[in-house]
Nanobody
Framework: VQLQASGGGLVQAGDSLRLSCTLSGRTFTHGPVAWFRRAPEKAQEFVAY????????DYADSVKGRFAISRDNNKNTMWLQMSALKNEDTAVYYC??????????????????WGQGTLVTVSS
């Protein structure tokens, strides 16, 4: 299974950006796909997840109302639409997937497959 993340870049505070993640090698009919991020000198942080089949979503409080996660089952692709970006959103963003359909979907430990990361830099 491979995940390919893209869409990162340098933006200004208040701008929007959309990240993409393409999954290949396996059809995910159960479990969630998610975005995590790691800011410089900080621990990895959950951002958002969406369940592949039902489209149920959850977000970190820090991004709720600004970010939106979505997926297209037919294209095996998911996106993270980020709006009203802040300096503190600067991080490497990773997409992740798992075949598990129970557990804490905000916990990075349950994810088996990871993308390579895409850097988002938000400047003032």
């Amino acid at each position: 299974v491979q995940l390919q993340a893209s869409g990162g870049g340098l933006v200004q505070a208040g701008d929007s950006l959309r990240l993409s993640c393409t999954l290949s090698g396996r059809t995910f009919t159960h479990g969630p796909v998610a975005w995590f991020r790691r800011a410089p000198e900080k621990a990895q942080e959950f951002v958002a997840y969406i369940t592949w089949t039902l489209g149920r979503t959850d977000y970190a409080d820090s991004v709720k109302g600004r970010f939106a996660i979505s997926r297209d089952n037919n294209k095996n692709t998911m996106w993270l639409q980020m709006s009203a970006l802040k300096n503190e959103d600067t991080a490497v963003y990773y997409c992740a997937a798992t075949t598990r359909n129970m557990g804490d979907y905000t916990d990075y430990a349950i994810y088996d497959y990871w993308g390579q990361g895409t850097l988002v830099t938000v400047s003032s």
